[in-house]
């Protein structure tokens, strides 16, 4: 089984940066896709973006929703099972808490349901 570990986040302000991190516990990250997701207050659980595993996660195919495309940067590093997201020029309107989600089976979704594993998720708040 594996285990996401998340870390990272915390409190910003308006315009700073922050990096979440997503580690396996295990083995390997066990998954072809990590994708990342976030729930504000009140609001339903939105796709953020993802990386797809391409023989390397330094060499995966990255996606971004529109609201994060030119702030939000996906990586991975297989030597240390992990992946990460970088987000800059941050808003107040980023404040969620933030998942990073593992997928067993290739191909890009936007939907948590089609992932398998969960990280236990990050809290950032950022300030204006």
């Known amino acids: 089984q594996v285990q996401l570990v998340q870390s990272g986040g915390g409190l910003a302000q308006a315009g700073d940066s922050l990096r979440l991190s997503c580690a396996a516990s295990?083995?390997?990250?066990?998954?072809?896709?990590v994708g990342w997701f976030r729930q504000a207050p009140g609001k339903e659980r939105e796709f953020v973006g993802a990386?797809?595993?391409?023989?390397?996660?330094?060499?995966?195919?990255?996606y971004y929703t529109d609201f994060v495309k030119d702030r939000a940067t996906i990586s991975g590093d297989d030597g240390k099972r992990s992946v990460y997201l970088q987000m800059n020029s941050l808003k107040p309107e980023d404040t969620a808490i933030y998942y990073c989600?593992?997928?067993?089976?290739?191909?890009?979704?936007?939907?948590?349901?089609?992932?398998?594993?969960w990280g236990q998720g990050t809290q950032v708040t950022v300030s204006s």
């Open positions: 989600l593992g997928r067993t089976v290739y191909g890009f979704t936007t939907s948590d349901g089609d992932y398998n594993y």
């Open positions: 295990g083995r390997g990250l066990g998954s072809y896709v």
């Open positions: 990386i797809t595993w391409s023989n390397s996660w330094k060499y995966g195919t990255t």
